[in-house]
């Protein structure tokens, strides 16, 4: 079984920072890309940003230049470091992995359940 565990939502205000970030473990054996979702209330999941195992990051337009998508490979963690948070970055986030669990597998997707990240003053 593998499982995604992510840490770090909570309550900021408008212009603040937040850190999230996301382990995986369980019977893993290659990992491939990692990325952060978010949902607001009342809207469709969508992407946040993606970071492969090489490190080759990807990120949704709202975001650029205040998100910062990173992972520690040795330790199966993805982060996201948010600032300059504005109110429309409240959701539910939730990181998305690429796993392999045995050798000739097939990568499959994992989700987490999700941290909810508020921006109110």
């Known amino acids: 079984q593998v499982q995604l565990v992510e840490s770090g939502g909570g309550l900021v205000q408008p212009g603040g920072a937040l850190a999230l970030s996301c382990a995986a473990s369980?019977?893993?054996?290659?990992?491939?890309?990692m990325g952060w979702y978010r949902q607001a209330p009342g809207k469709q999941r969508e992407l946040v940003a993606t970071?492969?195992?090489?490190?080759?990051?990807n990120y949704a337009d709202s975001v650029k230049g205040r998100f910062t998508i990173s992972r520690d490979n040795a330790l199966n963690t993805v982060y996201l470091q948010m600032n300059s948070l504005k109110p429309e970055d409240t959701a539910v986030y939730s990181c998305?992995?690429?796993?392999?669990?045995?050798?000739?597998?097939?990568?499959?997707?994992?989700w987490g359940k999700g941290t909810l990240v508020t921006v109110s003053s």
């Open positions: 369980g019977s893993i054996l290659t990992i491939g890309t």
């Open positions: 998305n992995a690429r796993i392999q669990t045995k050798r000739f597998n097939p990568f499959d997707n994992y």
């Open positions: 970071i492969t195992s090489a490190g080759s990051t």
